[in-house]
């Protein structure tokens, strides 16, 4: 557990999880109880938020429209005065000697900018704790019954799942977008050459997910590879679709009118698996 600072302020970074109140941990939900001041981000449920105390501060900094695909973690692309300003209101609210909580969806260390705050907080010495929480890639694979590694019989590589990879798929890299750099780059060729022994887990990919399965089908990736969509994973709301990577790729290079993931809600989350057997997947639910 963190220390307080002289005044007894202090941040603690909770992750709210991927959308249902219940699967916020029982430390964050404790420390979220326990707090003055409450900054929070656009998809983090009010059912959570009405756990304050009464008489806390809330604040939203989350700033934008319900259902939108939420601010990329690249800077180029995101309002870095946004930033800066939750920046530099966690530390004045911490140096009133207050409790504070930044809640954040999922896990707050998972293209959560919780880097920059910390950074921040580091330098204006005060006191930080984190509380992990379930990511959205987790909750996505729960929702798809989709294990996100898997031991094959016999120890066979085939059907097999080594390990797990997060990785952003905003903005598609080689797409030439506006703003787009060399950093922010996501080498799709490198995914394509791990993707056939680990699960790839796309975030803030939806959008650009026809570039995005063009780009690895060019890498050489199986055009029958499993692409799973899930949309407001954890939530009754939730919808799973199953596609493959040539399926996803179908839209590419026209203008997307015909992509077979349009219409899919955000938040989403694409989990890419060349080996998960079709059968542990759950048919989408009704609505
Ligand atoms: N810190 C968060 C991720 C923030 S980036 C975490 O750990 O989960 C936001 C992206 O997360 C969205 O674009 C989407 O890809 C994914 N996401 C968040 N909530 C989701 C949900 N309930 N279902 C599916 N994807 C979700």
């Known amino acids: 557990m963190a220390q307080t ?3 007894g302020g ?18 964050g939900l404790r420390v979220l109880r326990e707090a003055d ?28 429209a319900a259902g939108a695909e939420p601010p990329p973690p690249n800077p180029s692309h995101h309002n870095a005065l946004a930033q800066e300003r939750i920046n530099a209101l966690l530390v004045a609210k911490a140096r009133e000697g207050r409790r504070v909580v930044r809640l954040k969806g999922g896990d ?29 890639a987790t909750a996505a694979a729960a929702q798809a019954q989709l294990p996100l590694t898997r031991r094959a019989a016999g120890g066979s590589l085939a059907g097999s799942s080594r390990g797990v ?14 703003g787009t750099t060399a950093s922010a780059a996501v080498s799709w060729e490198s995914v394509a050459a791990i993707a056939p022994s680990v699960t790839v887990c796309v975030y803030m990919g939806l959008k650009n997910l026809p570039q995005i399965a063009r780009r690895l089908l060019d890498a050489g990736l199986a055009p029958q590879t499993c692409v799973t969509i899930v949309s407001n994973a954890s939530l009754p709301s939730a919808q799973v679709f199953e596609t493959t990577l040539a399926g996803a790729a179908a839209a590419a290079g026209s203008d997307g009118a015909d ?12 989990l890419i698996s060349s080996n998960s057997p079709q059968h542990y997947v759950s048919p989408p639910p009704r609505k």
Request: a negative charge; glycine letters at 12%.
């Open 5 to 7: 600072n002289s005044m």
């Open 259 to 270: 992509n077979a993931t349009d219409g899919l809600p955000s938040p989403a989350l694409v």
């Open 108 to 136: 707050p260390l998972i293209f959560g900018r919780a880097g920059e705050e910390l950074e921040a907080l580091a330098a204006a010495g005060i006191s930080c704790e984190i509380v992990p929480g379930v990511t959205a």
């Open 37 to 64: 001041v409450v900054l929070y981000d656009a998809l983090v449920d009010e059912r959570l938020l009405a756990e304050c105390r009464t008489g806390a501060e809330l604040i939203d900094v989350g700033k934008r």
């Open 10 to 27: 202090m941040v603690s970074l909770i992750g709210a999880g991927p959308g249902d109140p219940e699967l916020i941990t029982v430390r």
């Open 165 to 178: 990879l997060l990785i952003t798929g905003h903005p598609a890299a080689g797409t030439a977008a506006a």
